[in-house]
């Protein structure tokens, strides 16, 4: 809670604040500091400590009256596809009327639906299009975010996607991790008979151009029935690894496929989805550094009944993170916030957890050791004052943007 040596020109003290939320921990006591305030200085947490102490110690500070909010970390988004083409509306009224998810697939939606979408168009329109919703993340307190690739399913539309995600990175305020997900479906073109050329093409071909272009920090596979089998899973994210590609899995989402003890033997930095995770993944996941990271806004968009066990998860001492597969096919909301509701409404989540799995938790599941997802003395200046008075408002006001002020590194940019 010490202040940090100096006191830069553009130090901000931000006060008034109810409760401000550490990220470090949901114990009583730690996880939740009240009567302090922030020093902002040099894109940095300067210090936290007692408003009067602040207010004695930079006299100079400009001053930011909160008026009795409650501060967090910024929002760490950990699993998003947010960089596409069209809206799949169409899809949620078929699903609406009864069609499942997979049957959609089997004719021509879902994935292909954007994969054969997005081929048409340019990266300069991909951009623009991705532009104002990294904005509407940002606005409900989100500052950094993973996007994967996934809807090219060629090199050069991979690519594509992944060149539009450094622009925007480049562009901020939003820091951006970008994902090659080449392995998210196969494409029309591979599908049947050809796939295992597919599964080449991935391996011999973009991988090493991803890398080559250091395009990517992580590479990830969609395991599931009717899509990546283990195997595949297996040598795609191990070409990865061998390139320097962190690992990820989109793991045991619909089935359960062994797709967490899959993410733990290789060393995955996670495993996204679990919402049939086996008890044996569950133990897997405990033992491991791999984060659990659950995307409960999905499962609810989808109508499914059974969402990933956090309960179990964090009981058996699992890290656990919550993001919010930002897509245009099964969840197609930009709010961290309201993934927190689903994650304490539907799996036993408290309040706090939620933010913590949406902040420090979001930061383990991008391997992320700055301190972003947190709120303490050295860690980037990224943090959310909200419209509240208890951070157990957040979730529980659930539909409601309760966002008040976003701070990027130090300044103010919502």
Known sequence: MSAMPGAPEDMVLVTGLSELVTGLSSDAGVGVLRGVAIALGGGRIAAIAPESELVGRYPAAQRVDCGGAVATPGLVDSHTHAVFGRWRADEYELRARGESYMEIARKGGGINASVQDLRGRSEDELVELTRPRLREMLERGTTTAEVKSGYGLRTDDELKMLRAIARLHQEGPLDLLPTFMGAHEFPPEHRGSVRAGYVDLLVDEMIPAVAEARLARFCDVFLEPGVFTPAEA?????????????????????????????????????????????????????????????????????????????????????????????????????????????????????????????????????????????????????????????????????????????????????
Not at 310 to 331: E, H, K, Q
């Open 234 to 414: 297996r040598r795609i994210l191990e070409a990865g690894q061998a390139h320097g590609l962190g690992a990820k899995l989109h793991a045991d989402e619909l089935e359960s496929g062994g797709g967490a003890e899959l993410a733990v033997e290789l060393g995955a930095v996670s495993a996204d989805h679990l919402g049939a995770v086996s008890d044996a993944g569950v133990r897997a996941l405990a033992r491991s550094t791999t984060v659990a990271t659950l995307l409960p806004a999905t499962l609810f968009f989808l109508g499914r009944k059974q969402y990933a066990p956090a309960r179990r998860l964090l009981d058996a001492g699992a890290t656990v993170a919550l993001a919010t597969d930002f897509n245009p096919g099964a969840s197609p909301s930009p709010s961290l916030p309201l993934a927190m509701t689903a994650a304490c409404s539907q799996m036993g989540m408290t309040p706090l957890e939620a933010l913590v799995a949406a902040t420090a938790g979001g930061a383990r599941a991008l391997a992320l050791d700055d301190g972003r997802g947190t709120l303490v003395a050295g860690a980037p200046a990224d943090l959310v004052v909200w419209r509240a008075d208890d951070h157990r408002m957040i979730p529980y006001r659930y539909g409601v943007n309760l966002v008040q002020g976003v701070w990027k590194r130090g300044r103010r940019v919502v």
